[in-house]
């Protein structure tokens, strides 16, 4: 909605693209990507709605190096990290994953409970 801040995932890790409105709000090119775990459509430079999902499974090489260069050249560059997805932080009986480590950014600042 008009007015409200514009979230994406990828890698688990939650950006607030708002700055990028004209690339990912309503209407714009990479909207499809907005409000989800987009990383697999990250790696392949996919919109197709089959790729709009957490799962790397069966991603070559060549895409995941795309993925790790996106999200660290561009999501992490240009967009503040508001969260994380449960995938990031809970294992999969929802017990807290001890090998969780917030990304590095000056402005984040994780709770202790996490």
Do not use: C, W
């Not at 795309?66 to 561009?74: G, I, R």
């Not at 590095?104 to 409970?113: A, G, R, S």
């Amino acid at each position: 909605q008009e007015g409200q801040p514009i979230y994406l995932a990828v890698k688990g890790v939650v950006f607030d693209v708002t700055s990028g409105k004209e690339f990912y709000g309503k209407g714009a090119p990479y909207n499809a990507l907005v409000g989800k775990d987009s990383t697999r459509a990250v790696a392949k430079m996919s919109l197709d709605p089959a790729d709009l999902t957490h799962d790397i499974t069966g991603l070559t090489e060549e895409e995941l190096k795309s993925l790790d260069d996106t999200f660290n050249n561009v999501y992490k560059a240009k967009y503040p990290i508001v969260g994380y997805t449960s995938r990031r932080i809970l294992n999969e009986d929802g017990s807290p994953n001890l090998d969780f480590k917030p990304e590095d950014q000056p402005h984040f600042d994780i709770k202790d409970e996490f």
